[in-house]
Each structure stands twice: as C-alpha cells, then as structure tokens.
C-alpha cells in the first residue's frame, strides 16, 4: 500500500504563488513517476502536471505551462508543485498520484493522496 499526503493548500489573491508537496515513502518515490492532478466542484478531475522516476522528464497541461513547475526532491522524498500567477480558474482540489509509467491520463495512476484544497481569490 502506497500512502500519498498532499500539503501546501490555502487561500491566495489572483497573481499570487503557492507551493504544493506531496510526500511518499522512499520505496514509493523513487519506483514511481508521480503527477498532479486537480478537481473544480461539479468539475471533471483534470490533468496538471507530471514528473518522470528519475531522469526530470516532465508533462504540464497548456492551461498551466509557464505558470506551474513540477520536481522532486529526492532528499525529502517530496514531489512539490510550484504555482505563480495563480488565476481564479485554478481553484480546486489538487490530488497528488504515483503511476509506475509517466502520463497524463488519469487511469494511468494506480495510487492517489486525499487532496489539498487550493483557493483563488478574484
């Protein structure tokens, strides 16, 4: 069993930055690409980001690149999820997930963190 915890939350203005982590046991976080994935109310979960095992391969969604940064820390064993110019649509609950192959589809992931509220305010 794989246990993903989701930290960094909160509430910021638009134009604002947030920092998002996500820690796994070392066993999960070096055999696992990990990605970030995020649910608006009466929204479908959405693709974010994503981060390869080892080699910094990284897939971001159009709506986000240039804005978000996706790494690892191996050190930590924590993926973070590094958000500037922060927009009202960003607003969601934001799901850290492991997949044993790098993607961005959200059947590829076989174990998902309990999700960490991201508020934007207009």
């Known amino acids: 069993q794989v246990r993903l915890v989701e930290s960094g939350g909160g509430l910021v203005q638009a134009g604002g930055s947030l920092r998002l982590s996500c820690a796994a046991s070392?066993?999960?976080?070096?055999?696992?690409?990990m990605g970030w994935f995020r649910q608006a109310p009466g929204k479908e979960r959405e693709f974010v980001a994503a981060?390869?095992?080892?080699?910094?391969?990284?897939y971001y969604a159009e709506s986000v690149k240039g804005r978000f940064t996706v790494s690892r820390d191996s050190a930590k064993n924590t993926m973070s999820l590094q958000m500037n110019s922060l927009k009202f649509e960003d607003t969601a609950v934001y799901y850290c997930?492991?997949?044993?192959?790098?993607?961005?589809?959200?059947?590829?992931?076989?174990?998902w963190g309990q999700g960490t509220q991201v508020t934007v305010s207009s």
């Open positions: 981060i390869s095992r080892s080699d910094g391969r990284t």
């Open positions: 997930a492991a997949s044993w192959l790098l993607g961005t589809a959200m059947r590829q992931y076989d174990y």
């Open positions: 070392a066993r999960a976080f070096s055999m696992y690409a």
